[in-house]
């Protein structure tokens, strides 16, 4: 399997966002999210932390970023000027708020049927919105991380509800799974599937990619799902999540040309 599944355009412009999202996360108000842990029986139901968060938005932010991620995108492909003219004047602040909460319940048919109404590209609301908001999202779990410990099984991130796939060795071999959407991390059984709790060893396999040494897919026989596993004690700088998940996508196209995916899959009893 070679290393490179996307185009090097592609990764640059994605690697270009992350860098982005760094600095807008820069530019909120640590108060600008007030999560709430109070509610013990939501969190033990897998509710994520960032749907029971208070966010004040700022809408001259919001426009300030999104003008920055269509110049972004126009000047690695410069065919979107067309298809990204006129979105801006579609963003008053009611629409803004909209898009940030639909975007925090990956509410994927409000963003199509936007799209469908304002003769849009149907991919674009959705990503605009989902790219402005990782910076909220980013914030929320680094003002919740100490109280993070562990996931709800299947519900997925405990902040973001983004499904688990990327994990990280860190000393002794102990497994973290780090989410590349907001960034949280928390602790995990090495042998344990992260989406349907199976820790049968006859039913977790491990697949490996030849020439890269320190990746590995945990594969689960009972729900399908996987979860990439990289071995970064070796590294020395230690990227983000984000940029990890970026530069592992080679095992997201093996895992998935196994059948696997990065949920869990309810299977057919016979
Ligand atoms: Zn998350
Ligand atoms: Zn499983």
């Not at 925090?104 to 048919?109: A, P």
Request: glycine share 4%; hydrophobic share 40%; net charge negative.
């Amino acid at each position: 399997m070679i290393k490179s599944v996307v185009s090097k355009e592609y990764q640059d412009l994605q690697e270009e966002i992350v860098e982005l999202q760094k600095q807008w996360k820069l530019d909120l108000d640590p108060e600008a999210v007030r999560p709430s842990l109070e509610d013990q029986e939501a969190l033990n139901a897998g509710v994520p932390i960032a749907a029971l968060t208070v966010i004040d938005f700022k809408n001259s932010l919001f426009l300030q970023w999104i003008e920055e991620l269509i110049v972004t995108l126009e000047r690695y492909n410069p065919e979107l000027e067309t298809k990204l003219a006129g979105i801006i004047g579609l963003l008053d602040k009611e629409t803004a708020i909209r898009w940030m909460d639909e975007a925090r319940s990956f509410n994927q048919s409000y963003f199509a049927s936007f799209a469908s109404t304002h003769g849009i590209e149907e991919w674009i609301p959705q990503f605009l919105a989902e790219t402005t908001l990782r910076p909220y999202l980013q914030l929320i779990a680094e003002r919740v991380q100490g109280e993070i410990h562990h996931a709800v099984l299947g519900a997925g991130c405990p902040v973001c509800a983004e499904p688990e796939r990327l994990a990280v060795l860190e000393e002794e071999g102990k497994k973290v799974i780090h989410c590349p959407r907001c960034l949280a991390h928390w602790s995990a059984k090495r042998l344990e599937c992260a989406h349907c709790g199976n820790e049968d060893h006859k039913t977790i396999k491990f697949l490996t990619i030849e020439g890269d040494a320190v990746s590995q897919i945990q594969v689960c026989e009972q729900c399908n799902g996987y979860i990439k596993i990289i071995d970064t004690r070796q590294y020395i700088e230690k990227p983000s999540a984000a940029l990890l998940d970026l530069n592992s996508i080679h095992l997201d196209f093996v895992a998935q040309e196994n059948g696997y995916t990065a949920t869990r899959e309810e299977k057919l009893l016979n």
